[in-house]
């Protein structure tokens, strides 16, 4: 809940080059990555790539400007679910976060072997 109320916070109160669109990327993926893990029996490390991967997927959809494409412009709730601008820094941010959340799984995490798999 902490983390949601932070990324929650930024996309309302901050308006900068430097919070919103990098910080906000590293915790998103750690906040999808906890909601994830908090709510379906998968392991660690399929988590974490799986996260990543779908913070890509929706880069990716940036770049072909699906929002646009769906004829969604008016539509805030896609516009901030899906974003609109695609950037290679994002790309980096998303990698970040998911470095770090492994980072802290290592440090403070489970046990070794909830990595790869539950069992």
Partial sequence: MVLFTVELSIAVFVQDDFIRPYVG???VVI????????FFPVAILPAALGVLVFAFGVEILQYF?????????????A??????????????AYTVGVGILLGS???IGPHKREWTSLH
Avoid: P, Q
């Avoid at 906040?31 to 908090?38: D, E, G, H, N, P």
């Fill in 65 to 77: 400007k699906v929002v646009e494409v769906l004829g969604w412009e008016s539509s805030a709730i």
């Fill in 105 to 107: 799984e290592k440090l």
């Fill in 79 to 92: 516009r901030t679910v899906i974003g609109t601008t695609f950037t290679w820094e994002d790309l980096i």
């Fill in 25 to 27: 990327d590293v915790l």
């Fill in 31 to 38: 906040l999808i990555y906890a909601c994830v893990r908090a």
